[in-house]
Nanobody, 113 residues
Framework: QLVESGGGLVQPGGSLRLSCAAS????????MNWYRQAPGKERELVAEIRVGGTTNYADSARDRFTISKDNAKNTLYLQMNGLKPEDTAVYYCHFQRMGINYWGQGTEVTVSS
């Protein structure tokens, strides 16, 4: 089970830190991801973190967002800075294990003045 939190309403240029708490150990997961889905758009990958700590970002997130995880707390994070209205979306954490996709319920982020 994955439970996201930390979303909300923020002004352009503001920051939010999203959290995704897992019910089991995340230490050995090959990859964990943050996705987002804006109204009327397809779900898109925002950032990923691999088991060794390597990170990758969508072009839209690079230099503004930072993905990290705390294996001891079984929690994935997404620090979002310099938020823009186009970052408005529902954000989901995700991982895949043995061919099965696991998703959280999502946390809504709205960037608006």
């Amino acid at each position: 089970q994955l439970v996201e939190s930390g979303g909300g309403l923020v002004q352009p240029g503001g920051s939010l830190r999203l959290s995704c708490a897992a019910s089991g150990s995340i230490a050995n997961l090959n990859v964990m991801n943050w996705y987002r889905q804006a109204p009327g758009k397809e779900r898109e990958l925002v950032a990923e973190i691999r088991v060794g700590g390597t990170t990758n970002y969508a072009d839209s997130a690079r230099d503004r967002f930072t993905i990290s995880k705390d294996n001891a707390k079984n929690t994935l994070y997404l620090q979002m800075n310099g938020l823009k209205p186009e970052d408005t979306a529902v954000y989901y954490c995700h991982f895949q294990r043995m061919g099965i996709n696991y998703w959280g319920q999502g946390t809504e982020v709205t960037v608006s003045s």
